[in-house]
Nanobody
């Protein structure tokens, strides 16, 4: 079992930055691939970024070059640094974990989810 708790969301102006954190409890955090997803009101949950066990990363096209996902296995934490934020980035951001090895973009590929942290970008 893995419990995930997100933090770092808030209200920011367009062009600004935020850093999200996801703290994981449980054992063997380094054995999990991690992902960030977001969900805007009235829309489906969408993939943002993922980081594999070895640290390789993959991003959705709309955030590539602006967002950076990273992990600190010693702290059992995964981060999402978000720069040059746009109003379209507004949503509830979720952290997710899977024991599978690889890069996964579908929500159904993940076994554990946090409760989410709200990001609101004002234009």
């Amino acid at each position: 079992q893995v419990q995930l708790v997100e933090s770092g969301g808030g209200l920011v102006q367009a062009g600004g930055s935020l850093r999200l954190s996801c703290a994981a409890s449980g054992r063997a955090f380094n054995n999990y691939a991690m992902g960030w997803f977001r969900q805007a009101p009235g829309k489906e949950r969408e993939f943002v970024a993922t980081i594999g066990r070895s640290g390789g990363t993959y991003y959705t096209n709309s955030v590539r070059g602006r967002f950076t996902i990273s992990r600190d296995n010693a702290k059992n934490t995964v981060y999402l640094q978000m720069n040059m934020l746009k109003s379209d980035d507004t949503g509830l951001y979720y952290c997710a974990a899977t024991a599978r090895d690889g890069y996964f973009t579908r929500p159904t590929s993940y076994d554990y989810w946090g409760q989410g942290t709200q990001v609101t970008v004002s234009s």
